[in-house]
Each structure stands twice: as C-alpha cells, then as structure tokens.
C-alpha cells in the first residue's frame, strides 16, 4: 500500500503540476555517487530466552551507489519550490549477505517529496539548499527453501538535504548539489537454518526476527533543469 500511495502522489502532482503555468514548472534530471560515511556497527535483538542474533544497525555499501534521477518542481514565487521526484540505484558488487564470496547487483528506488528555497547571493551563480524525504522500494530475497527466503530485505525511509549552485547554460540550467542522506532498509531472518545437533533448540522457519537498519551516504550529483 505503501507504494501505491507514493507512486500515487507522485502521478497525482505531476497531473496538477502541468495544469499549472508552463513557467512554474521545472523537469530536472540528474547522476549522482553517494560514498558511504561512518563504521559498520551491530545491534543484539533476542529472540526467546537462549535464542538471540546479532544484526546490522548501522551498514557500509561495499561499492558507493550510482544513482540516475527524475525530478518535477513546481515554483512558489521566485526562492522557493516544491517537487517530487525518483531515482535508480545500483550498487555493484554487494557482498551476497548469506554467502560471503558471493555477489550481486543491488538496485533500489528511492521516491520522494522535496522542498527547494534558492537566492542569488553571488550574481550568475544562485544558491540552493534541498530538503527531501520519501520511501525506498528495494526486494532482495536469499537463501530459498522449499518453506520460503531464509533471509528477505525490503526497503523502508529516507531522508536527505543538499546545497548547490545552479549556473545557466542556454537553453538549460546546469545543477550541481552535495549533501546528506540516510537510506533504511528492514530485514527478515528465519532461524530455521540453525542446526539443533541436541534437539534443544526447536527452531522452524516459521522462528523470525525483524529488524531495521540504516546507511549514511554523502550525495554528490550533478543535474540539467529544463
């Protein structure tokens, strides 16, 4: 439902952006690489008494995502605007979480509302400072049996804020912005991959933790608004 209603959102402002004057609205598109900042650390979650795991909390891309973008703004008078926007993700070579020498390409789509409040300070060259949240939609699944995925990830929040310069280069504007984000995911482990060599243990697949945790990226991207 969750992403019915972004995607939703998204459609929704675009129909009502375009109804609008052709002069209020800007399309921009972009790359961007986001280099992970910060350590890996690790949260203990038990489970039942004797039965516990110890799970990702804060994590480290193993490659920095590169990133294409799509984003609608519509302007509210001459410093400020409001958008909703996109992006493709793709991190390659993502260590396969359940097999260590194995990997894979991770893809995501982060969807999100954002704000914009722009000012020349320096003629020729405004200044922007961004402020954006949303959603992430990612599935990756590992480790099948015949009861399902061992191990499943999905994609929850993120947020993020940048500052940029824009400089006008006819007939477009060239954007340039750096900043901040935290991407969340959540995951699910089954502890039915546990051997129970004493029969203590009594784990089925159906025994699951859940969990989130997080990634602090720098974004670095660079843009065309037409």
């Known amino acids: 439902m969750r992403y019915f209603f972004l995607v939703g959102l ?6 009502v952006s375009f109804a609008q004057a052709d002069k209020k609205i800007e399309l921009e598109f972009g790359v961007s690489l986001k280099p992970g900042i910060g350590q890996v650390t ?23 995502p590169i990133a294409a ?15 909703a926007g996109g992006e493709v ?3 390659k ?4 979480p359940v097999i260590g020498d194995e990997y894979y390409d991770k893809v995501f789509f982060p969807v999100s509302i954002r704000g914009q409040y722009r000012r020349e300070f320096i003629d020729g060259l405004p200044f ?38 824009t400089k006008r280069v006819a007939p477009y504007t060239l954007v340039v912005k750096a900043g901040y984000e935290i991407l969340q995911f959540s995951r699910e482990d089954s502890f039915g991959w546990i051997p129970d060599r004493d029969g203590t ?18 974004n670095i991207s660079v843009g065309i608004v037409m």
């Open 10 to 15: 998204l459609i929704g402002f675009i129909n």
């Open 69 to 83: 973008s799509f984003a609608i703004y519509h302007k509210l008078g001459s410093n400020f605007a409001v958008g």
């Open 128 to 165: 922007l400072a961004e402020v954006r949240g949303g959603y992430i939609i990612a599935n990756d699944n590992f480790a099948n049996s015949p009861d399902g995925f061992f191990f499943i990830e999905r994609g929850r929040l993120m947020g993020g804020a940048s500052l940029g310069v």
């Open 93 to 96: 070579y993502q260590r396969n």
């Open 201 to 218: 243990l009594n784990l089925t697949y159906d025994d699951k933790v859940f969990y989130n945790y997080h990634y602090h990226v720098l």
């Open 42 to 64: 690790f949260q203990n979650i038990r489970y039942r008494p004797g039965v516990g795991a110890t799970v990702l909390k804060q994590a480290v891309f193993d490659n920095p």
């Open 89 to 91: 993700n793709v991190v």
